[in-house]
């Protein structure tokens, strides 16, 4: 393997590894808020010690995406320098204002909310959880328009040798960044719904068995009602949450028809130009992914998904592939960007094979569907199981259920992220900057492995701390609510009370 590929490797595998952590943080900062929301306004102390709960497990996800992250940004410059190079002018604005105002307002307010309890007003101190959590998401923002741009290059042209800003609130009307943002977002909220619901369920048919057996103490029938109360609450986020991903991934598909036809093909396994194409959810390939060896196929589906007509004609990767070498790059109406359009006498140059990996982003599709979808059906099932106050059996199918039920939103947002960044290939930035012309030209295969082996190790050990912090967090279960007494003494060296 050549350096350019150990580099997409190791940054593959840091980015996905990275956004583990996003997704809960995102979600679970505006849960943990809502959860003291209700407590401020109810005084119901099951809420405060739900809030008190949750809010340990964000924080330490919290602490694990700042670390991971910051490896994304040496990479850009240690292994991608003719990437940077190209699109520094675009990508300085949205990453700057991602650290200079997102970055800041989360961290600076999730510390006053870590060290404000006891010490600012209950008000004051919910608006600066709130305030964090509109930190996080604001974050998430400039980013995905970075990556919005590089899935669709608005906004800019080519002076110079590199991609220059003309617009940059074409950045923020990109069609993939006005489709991404609610689907991003609404998969963090499943992912954190998950979580809550997840770890809600389980402990709450375990006190509940426990309140009802000779190892009864005073407080399970009390923890048995908080631990429903939380668990149904994370079940109706992951369900509405996973509504808004659904919706929002549709108007994703149809962007993606028309600026990434053959990412589409791809990702549907489609290799002629078809009428009334149909979805086809299991297939087998040739080796090489050229050609359909089997599949089962639903008719119209695809027509329908892609360009919501079931007679519409989807390009199939041929069909593409021909025209890319006989007219260079174009979008499926046959237009091109500005960027594009200036960039294309550079492409006549560069032998590019413009077809991804067809195995790749076909089942990527797939299981980023599959696993959602059976998150989705798990909270509507934990919703149907307690309607009404029941509480189901302490059963191995209820214990394993809420067991993998966090995990399957975060395998889903995975394999979305391997469709989105694979299925852009061979492009870096679609249309424009091929892949291979965009690593550091002085990086030598040995160092790029050295390095991507030295990433793994220390993200192997973060990953074992987290799961240390969870598991032992998740086994204490709920806080018990002790009053912190306010220092007496008002000097420079009175002990600071921390919040649990």
């Not at 991608?80 to 970055?103: K, N, T």
């Not at 906004?155 to 590199?162: D, F, L, P, Q």
Request: glycine share 8%; charged share 10%.
């Amino acid at each position: 393997m050549d350096a350019q590929l150990l580099s997409r490797w190791q940054f593959g595998i840091t980015t996905v590894y990275h956004f583990f952590f996003v997704p809960i943080t995102i979600g679970l900062s505006f849960m943990v808020a809502g959860l003291q929301s209700v407590w401020v306004r109810t005084g119901n102390n099951e809420w405060l010690r739900l809030t008190k709960f949750f809010s340990k497990l964000f924080l330490v996800t919290f602490a694990a995406g700042v670390v991971t992250g910051i490896v994304q940004e040496f990479q850009f410059g240690m292994n991608w320098s003719e990437y940077s190079r190209f699109v520094g002018d675009i990508f300085g604005a949205p990453l700057a204002l991602e650290a200079l105002i997102a970055f800041f307002m989360e961290s600076v307010f999730i510390g006053v909310w870590i060290f404000g309890w006891g010490r600012l007003p209950k008000g004051l101190h919910l608006a600066t959880i709130w305030i964090a959590s509109a930190g996080s998401t604001i974050s998430a923002l400039f980013i995905l328009a970075a990556n919005s741009w590089m899935q669709n290059p608005v906004g800019a042209t080519y002076v110079n040798g590199r991609a220059q800003l003309v617009d940059f609130m074409a950045l923020l009307t990109n069609p993939f960044f006005v489709t991404a943002v609610p689907h991003v977002l609404g998969a963090s909220f499943m992912a954190s719904g998950a979580l809550v619901c997840g770890i809600s369920g389980w402990w709450m048919v375990k006190s509940h068995h426990a309140a009802n057996s000779d190892a009864y103490e005073a407080g399970d029938s009390q923890d048995v009602k908080t631990w429903r109360s939380g668990m149904r609450f994370g079940a109706w986020v992951l369900v509405f949450a996973s509504l808004l991903t659904f919706v929002a991934g549709d108007a994703q598909g149809r962007a993606e028809a028309q600026y990434q036809p053959m990412k589409l093909a791809a990702s549907e396994g489609l290799f002629q130009t078809t009428k009334s194409a149909p979805f086809t959810p299991v297939a087998i390939f040739t080796t090489d992914g050229t050609k359909v060896v089997w599949s089962i196929e639903v008719p119209y589906v695809l027509s329908i998904l892609a360009a919501h007509d079931p007679n519409a004609t989807i390009q199939g990767i041929q069909d593409l592939s021909a025209q890319y070498h006989q007219e260079g790059f174009r979008n499926n109406d046959g237009t091109v960007n500005q960027l594009q359009e200036t960039f294309a006498s550079e492409l006549e140059q560069l032998p590019v094979n413009p077809v991804p990996n067809v195995w790749m982003s076909f089942y990527s599709f797939r299981f980023m569907m599959g696993f959602g979808t059976l998150a989705f059906l798990i909270g509507i099932a934990v919703l149907l199981l307690t309607w009404g106050g029941r509480i189901p059996k302490n059963t191995r199918w209820w214990r394993w259920g809420m067991a993998i039920l966090p995990a399957l939103p975060l395998i889903g947002i995975s394999f979305g992220w391997i469709l989105t960044e694979m299925g852009r290939q061979p492009w870096i930035v679609y249309g424009v900057l091929p892949t291979w012309t965009a690593a550091s030209p002085g990086n030598s295969a040995g160092e790029v492995l050295a390095t991507m082996c030295l990433y793994t190790l220390i993200y192997a050990l973060v990953a074992i701390v987290v799961l240390v912090i969870y598991n032992h967090t998740i086994k204490e279960g709920l806080p018990e609510l002790v009053k912190v007494e306010q220092p007496s003494d008002d000097s420079d060296d009175a002990p600071v009370s921390f919040a649990y």
